[in-house]
């Protein structure tokens, strides 16, 4: 009878005692193996296409080891095994490469819409995470993302590797100095150019059903499958470029959630794709200013144009800040705008990554939280999101922190 009263209060205790979750995480906390000083981390990645591909090289680069390789499309399985380690194990299913006990940090390389659950069962499992951007496909998901990371006390960097780029860091300072003034308007853009989404045929085995997950389940579609981003199932389409540009504007301002977005789009004119190439974003923050996105991608490219750019309007100076330089133009009665600071650093982004992966491994032996914390990953991709919803709705978009939603104002 004891036994059983016993049991009973312990099933009671769910509540406000051990849960299932808290019982997963301190597991999970009980066998992460901390790394020594010299220690090598181990790496397992979940996606090898073009951009895990470059990520498995950036970790090599600095260290780490890759020895586990998982994707559920043959071709790009292969490609990624003959990047990792010699003794890398292969993988179609995410979830027993976690059950890899050996693999300290996973990263995920994968399309957007399958972001929050490999990154929810990365943690749990007490694995530390280097996730790509845009941080999830909805704001619900990001919540819950932020809500495990934080529960699990794993180490999370978002691939928004402007945070640690030498270039965006100095441009953060400049801002903190005074030198721009109040800034009230932020104009940016991301100019790009493709006519159609070109037929392509699969070259080996490719689980669809794997593929699509959370997504709405549909025939095998090998243009969905190579052109994804294209596809509002599994991206925020060419907005997602914005993650870029919303997350470097946060950083050198200081600002994260927004306080209402909107967002206007022609109709398609890339043939093959369901999500507008050219739109325009405004979003409104609560510290006084807007910033306006433009994304294009039937823009031509031409010479001495920064296709990427965010412009800085201050009371004092207007503050250019591209992916490679950055200016500073004074208030100035002259017709001719002349620059105080004009710093040129081509070919410098391609360093970013290398940073942003180094920071991460640094983070993992300390323990104290990246440059790109999953927080913040949140909050820019909040303006995403609700760009999205505002193109769909017609409607503007205003954030609730309260109840963590974006509403139609």
Known sequence: MKKKILT????????????????????ALSTTRILGANERLRAGIIGCGGRGQLLMDEFKAVGAELTAVCDIYEPYLQEGLALASPVAKSYDDYRRMLDDKSVDAVIIATPEHWHAQMLVDTVEAGKDVYVEKPLSHTIDEGVRMVEAVRRTKRVCQVGTQRRSADLFIEAQKVM??????????????????????????LKGKLDWKKWLGPAPQRELDPLRFYYWPWFWDYSSGMLSQASHIVDGINMILGSSYPMAVSCQALRVNVEGSEVPETASMTIEYPENFQAVFTVCYKAMQYNGFSDQMKQFHGTKARFDVGRESYTLYPQSKEVEMRPSIDVKR???????????????????RSRKNPTATVEMGHATNVSLCMAVQSIKSGRRMRWNATTNKAEAA
């Open 346 to 364: 081509p070919g410098s982004f391609d360093e970013a990554t290398r940073a942003h992966v180094r920071n991460f491994l640094d983070c993992v």
């Open 8 to 27: 009973q209060e312990r099933a009671k205790s769910g509540a406000s005692g051990v849960t299932r979750r808290t019982f997963l995480a301190v597991t």
């Open 176 to 201: 903190a100095s005074g030198a721009v003034g109040d800034v009230h308007l932020v104009n940016s853009w991301w100019i790009n150019y493709r006519d159609r989404l070109e037929p392509r045929q």
